[in-house]
């Protein structure tokens, strides 16, 4: 429940495999607050910086080539191996209004071939030679990588500047990926009543802004997506001065300056769709709902709140919800499952959690699954006890810091991973932070206090929040 809220993976469907883990790593890793994605920030972005690397901190460099492209190295030599992950500013947000699911439908696409390497030669080619390739989509962004030997990475950056540039978009193609991306959305969402309802709950939450549409789509706008909309998708979003590539492993800058200027130095900038500021109009009163399915395997209490974000709250907002998040239901020691599992004996699972990596707001989540013979108004009353109390009174320090050790600790050792560090830059560069907000983050949360853990808890507002209940039932 706690899991990433919207994204969605690619055609290969690796549900549980690489891109899972770096999405749910990247959540630990968003930065700092003053680096609001403003206008003139991502003006900044799209201007070339010398070709040069530039060093940015903590052993990563930072240049673009003429074309726009942004690149990022980061050397790590402790194999002969590298991750290439190329990141776009084009995600579910971006949809056409009525083509909800553009986006992510336009990630299958890309696996679909060029006139050069068609049908699934992409694939193909990166697993003969001993490499991995997927692809993941989530409200900001698209990103697409390859895990390879060192010596295969010139080949990998030839094969992903083919598909950048000249994607074949024929009918042919996009009508079976379509049936390929409803399919998957029947199967992941439809047939899964705990994504519905957050699918219900988020279309609630954000009112009118985008994301309120699920990354997937619904189904009947996917319907609608045809080979006008996908050409013209192409066209606006994808091009090199609207991508960042992320380079990590047994390479050094230079290398990849050079791979990267034969690869992708060709392939020339576009005129580039610009993006929707959405606005975040106010919310006026909570909303309530109750989903009754027949597939529901156990009852469920969840809320989302909307929070502020890396992005758009004040210095110290989102590493305060983070650090209360994880105090709050971040583990089983935490005071959500004490309380409700341990010591009322209400609940079997109950646990929160804060995504503050989004360009615009960010979600504050709790839930709690009854005991048998519990009713779900009765557990919510004691979550909302939890909460309360929170927000009236300082955390202990003791259990502040064991919060604080956790969070930190589990990033510390997931960037051990090359694909989850990555992924934690590429995901903090796509949506306008800095290297720099990712390197603080362990110290910005260390500074975290008491009185920031409650400011957190005060901020949580019911007006600002979606209930709903999961009612196993009716018929089937
Ligand atoms: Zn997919």
């Not at 907002?317 to 971040?330: H, I, N, P, R, V």
């Not at 779900?376 to 003791?398: I, R």
Request: hydrophobic share 40%; proline share 6%; net charge negative.
């Amino acid at each position: 429940m706690t899991g990433s809220r919207h994204a969605v993976f690619s055609l290969i469907c690796l549900f549980a495999a690489a891109p899972a883990a770096a999405i749910a790593d990247a959540q630990f890793d968003k930065a700092l607050a003053q680096q609001a994605d403003t206008a003139a920030n991502r003006r900044k972005l799209s201007q070339p910086a010398p070709l040069n690397p530039r060093q940015s901190g903590n052993n990563t460099f930072q240049f673009a080539l003429a074309n726009g492209l942004q690149v990022l190295v980061i050397p790590d030599h402790r194999a002969p191996v590298a991750t290439q992950m190329l990141w776009f500013r084009v995600g579910a947000v971006d949809d056409p209004a009525g083509i909800s699911g553009l986006a992510h439908f336009f990630e299958h696409m890309m696996f679909r071939g060029t006139r050069q390497n068609p049908d699934d030669t992409f694939s193909q080619t990166i697993a003969r030679n001993g490499g991995e390739t997927n692809a993941f989509t989530d409200h900001d962004y698209t990103a697409f990588y390859e895990q390879i030997a060192k010596d295969r990475l010139p080949l990998a950056m030839k094969l992903e500047a083919d598909r950048l540039a000249n994607l074949d978009l024929s009918d042919a193609h996009v009508g079976p990926e379509r049936d390929v991306v409803l399919e998957e959305r029947r199967m992941r969402v439809d047939n899964e009543p705990q994504a519905l309802m957050g699918e219900q709950m988020r279309a609630a939450l954000h009112l009118s802004h985008p994301y309120g549409r699920p990354v997937i789509g619904w189904a009947e706008e996917v319907r609608h997506i045809d080979r006008v909309s996908a050409q013209d998708f192409y066209d606006h979003h994808y091009a090199p001065n609207n991508a960042i590539l992320v380079i990590a492993g047994d390479v050094t800058p230079d290398e990849v300056r050079k791979m990267a200027q034969d690869a992708y130095g060709k392939v020339a900038a576009r005129d580039l769709q610009p993006r929707a500021e959405n606005a975040e109009p106010p919310r006026l009163a909570e909303s309530r709902m109750t989903i009754v399915r027949p597939d529901a395997r156990v009852p469920l209490v969840s809320r989302i709140y909307r929070v502020p974000s890396y992005s758009t709250g004040r210095p110290g907002q989102a590493e305060g919800l983070e650090t209360y998040a994880q105090w709050l239901g971040g583990d089983q020691t935490s005071e959500l499952y004490r309380v409700l599992v341990e010591q009322k004996k209400l609940a079997t699972d109950a646990g929160a959690g804060y995504d503050g990596n989004a360009r615009d707001a960010g979600e504050f989540s709790v839930y709690a699954v009854p005991r048998p013979g519990v009713t779900l108004e009765a557990l919510e009353k004691a979550m909302d006890q939890v909460l309360a109390a929170s927000a009236a009174a300082l955390p202990k320090a003791s259990d502040l810091q064991r919060a604080k050790t956790g969070l930190v600790a589990s990033v510390t050792y997931r960037r051990d991973s090359q694909f989850a560090l990555a992924s934690a830059y590429g995901q903090a560069l796509v949506i306008g932070l800095t290297v720099d907000d990712v390197n603080d983050w362990p110290a910005r949360i260390r500074a975290v206090d008491a009185a920031g853990v409650q400011k957190a808890a005060q901020l949580l507002n019911r007006k600002e929040a979606v209930t709903a209940y999961l009612v196993p039932g009716g018929a089937k």
